[in-house]
């Protein structure tokens, strides 16, 4: 008989690099499968897509309610204690929960589909209809009765620390839907030649077909390890169910606020810039693509970084519940500045190297665009502030600081509402392209809720910071002399915009150089030694080489 393999349970450091790394190729993907659909579809069916894909964010963060996450924190926080009979009824209650909010949702969206499209468009003419956006909406909506549910078996696996069958789901996810939007969309337009309407609402609809297809694949694996997940242990009463139903509206709530205010202002935001630029006499075409520019697709370039931190997050909750719940407070420092530090070595060289390669990047991906390049070089730096921003609110919520994660978020989000009208009008009059203010108040904004939320920690929990900001002042050279070297080169390589080949190997070259020189810069200053450890690195380095290579 055959011996079944037990899912594997990942470190702190492993798991971050599974979960971002499968993150960062479903983002990959997000992003190379734009390349041919954005050119089928052109400027008014990429901002009817994005109309429709911002508004399924929004209702997807109150669909799954902070429950996915909180099922992870909760599983972790049983399962150190060995509490086998809490924690699966903390998994079917979860299931039961998350059904419920999702039909509603699912509901409330299709039917003020159309209220909904005419808050976005306004009186914008010219672009898109109310009855387009109010379709596609409606086709979208269907995500939200299978998306929500995956999500709860993925916490599930991710609060026992097995994060690769996780994280294969996702990529199964988004293979799935971007070979529905590719060739569903081909065949609308190309083959049956419908309406773009009809193409974008069936490459939405991809977003349902995609969950449903990762869901088999998880359902299936868990089935399999029932027994090592603790899904066969009975339950003979409902003893506990009052004490979990608090524990997940308690541990729901913060993940509930900030996920819906980020939705929102990024919703909010998409509105602002679009009435600013059509009353300082922009015209609907230019309009519709800088707003849909910085919401969905210079967005969609920024999750490449963006990736990091929710990787980070996937490891970084089950670890740092452990460590509280057993009270071990200078691990859990030792964690918390881990965390920030790979945030920093990671995203702060990504950052600078796509906004100096940002118009070569924008063509690969959508043709060559001035205005375009314009969003992306500063829209990176937003990924940047996002990441540290998402890595502190999830060290809060970890450690039930939910007071702190209100506070921080509310005044973030506010001081960015407040400063973004005008921030976009005094740019404006310096003759500056009025959308940078909107990005500016952005950045502004997570950087002042990152500072409350470690100000808060270090005041609460003596958390210290030192070994944290000792990594980021040696990264200030090497990231210094890798940007120069980069822009010496591109100065001197030659490349044409308007060629997509040239572009990928003008990109793929420099990039290359600029990786290679920051890595070398950061291990001889022990910075990649410090944050990842050296058998770490050893380990990777004999993987890459079939251990023909090893550092010592």
Request: proline share 2%; hydrophobic share 50%; charged share 15%.
């Amino acid at each position: 008989m055959k011996k079944t393999k037990h899912l594997h349970k990942s470190s702190f450091i492993e798991g971050t690099i599974l979960a971002t790394l499968a993150i960062i190729i479903t983002k990959i993907l997000g992003m190379i499968y734009v390349i041919p659909f954005y050119k089928l579809i052109g400027e008014k069916g990429s901002a009817l897509y994005a109309y429709a894909y911002n508004i399924y964010v929004i209702f997807l963060s109150i669909s799954t309610a902070g429950i996915p996450t909180s099922i992870s924190k909760i599983v972790k926080e049983y399962s150190t204690l060995n509490n086998l009979k809490a924690k699966k009824m903390t998994y079917e209650l979860g299931k039961k929960i998350i059904i419920i909010i999702s039909i509603i949702i699912f509901i409330l969206l299709f039917l003020f589909a159309k209220p909904i499209a005419l808050l976005i468009l306004g009186d914008l003419k010219g672009g898109n209809t109310i009855n387009d956006v109010s379709f596609v909406i409606r086709l979208v909506s269907f995500a939200l009765l299978i998306i929500p549910f995956l999500s709860i078996n993925r916490g599930y696996l991710q609060g026992h620390n097995i994060i690769k069958e996780s994280s294969y789901s996702q990529i199964i996810e988004q293979l799935v839907r971007i070979l529905f939007i590719l060739i569903g969309s081909y065949l609308t337009l190309k083959v049956f030649h419908l309406s773009i309407t009809i193409a974008i609402a069936i490459s939405v609809f991809a977003s349902f077909i995609g969950g449903l297809t990762a869901q088999i694949y998880l359902h299936s694996k868990m089935k399999k390890h029932q027994k090592e997940l603790n899904l066969d242990y009975p339950i003979k009463d409902n003893s506990l169910n009052k004490i979990i139903i608090k524990k997940i509206i308690k541990y729901s709530i913060p993940f509930i606020i900030i996920d819906v205010v980020i939705s929102i202002y990024n919703f909010i935001d998409m509105v602002f810039i679009s009435r600013v630029m059509t009353y300082l006499g922009y015209n609907a075409s230019t309009t519709e693509f800088v707003t849909t520019s910085i919401a969905t697709w210079a967005n969609k370039i920024n999750m490449i970084v963006n990736s990091i931190a929710i990787g980070l997050t996937v490891s970084l909750i089950p670890n740092i519940v452990e460590a509280f719940t057993l009270n071990k407070w200078q691990l859990v420092e030792q964690r918390v500045n881990k965390a920030l530090q790979i945030i920093l070595v990671v995203s702060i060289p990504m950052v600078i190297g796509i906004a100096i390669l940002s118009d070569a990047i924008w063509s690969i991906f959508y043709g060559y665009n001035q205005l375009g390049t314009k969003v992306l070089t500063i829209e990176i730096f937003t990924a940047l502030f996002y990441n540290l921003n998402t890595v502190s609110f999830t060290i809060l919520q970890s450690l039930d600081k939910f007071k702190t994660v209100y506070i921080s978020t509310f005044i973030g989000y506010l001081t960015n509402a407040i400063l973004d009208i005008p921030l976009m009008l005094l740019f404006h009059k310096l003759n500056i392209s009025p959308f940078y203010g909107a990005l500016l108040s952005s950045i502004i904004g997570l950087f002042l809720s990152t500072y409350l939320a470690l100000k808060q920690l270090k005041k609460d929990h003596n958390l210290k910071y030192q070994e944290t900001k000792k990594v980021l002042f040696k990264l200030i050279l090497p990231t210094i002399i890798m940007s120069t070297i980069v822009l010496l080169l591109k100065t001197i390589i030659p490349y044409n915009l308007n060629n997509k080949f040239s572009c990928i190997l003008y990109v793929a070259i420099l990039s290359l150089i600029g990786f290679i020189i920051y890595i070398i810069l950061i291990y001889k200053n022990k910075v990649l030694i410090k944050v990842f450890s050296q058998n770490y690195i050893n380990k990777i380095i004999k993987k890459i080489t079939f251990n023909k290579v090893n550092f010592s």
